[in-house]
Nanobody, 115 residues
Framework: QVQLVESGGGLVQAGGSLRLSCVVS????????MGWYRQAPGKEREWVAS???????NYKDSMKGRFAISRDTTKNTVYLQMNNLKPEDTGVYFC?????????WGQGTQVTVSS
C-alpha cells in the first residue's frame, strides 16, 4: 500500500503563488510516476502535471510556464509550485502515485483563487 498526504492549499488572490506538497509513504524510486490532478467544482478531475521515476516532467498545456512539478527524494515528497494563479485554478488538488499497475490517491487539498 502507498499512502499520500497533500498539503499547502489555501486561499490566495489572483496573481499569487502557492506550493503544494505530497508526502509519499514509500521511496519515490519505487514509484513509476507521480502526478498532480485537480477537480474544479462541478467538473471532472483533470491531469495537471507529472514526474517520472527518472525525473522527466510533463504538463498540461495550459499550465506550462506557470506550474512546476518537482521532487525531493530524500523526503519522499513531490511538489507543485503554482505561480500567477487565476480564479479558474480553483479546485481540489490531488496527488497520484502509480506503482506498477496500481494508482494511489491522496485526499486532496483545496486551492481557492479570488479575483
Amino acid at each position: 500500500q502507498v499512502q499520500l498526504v497533500e498539503s499547502g492549499g489555501g486561499l490566495v488572490q489572483a496573481g499569487g503563488s502557492l506550493r503544494l506538497s505530497c508526502v509519499v509513504s514509500v521511496s519515490l524510486f519505487s514509484i513509476n510516476d507521480m502526478g498532480w490532478y485537480r477537480q474544479a467544482p462541478g467538473k471532472e478531475r483533470e491531469w495537471v502535471a507529472s514526474i517520472t521515476s527518472g525525473a522527466y516532467t510533463n504538463y498540461k498545456d495550459s499550465m506550462k510556464g506557470r506550474f512546476a512539478i518537482s521532487r525531493d527524494t530524500t523526503k519522499n515528497t513531490v511538489y507543485l509550485q503554482m505561480n500567477n494563479l487565476k480564479p479558474e485554478d480553483t479546485g481540489v488538488y490531488f496527488c497520484r502515485a502509480r506503482k506498477i499497475n496500481t494508482d494511489y490517491w491522496g485526499q486532496g487539498t483545496q486551492v481557492t483563487v479570488s479575483s
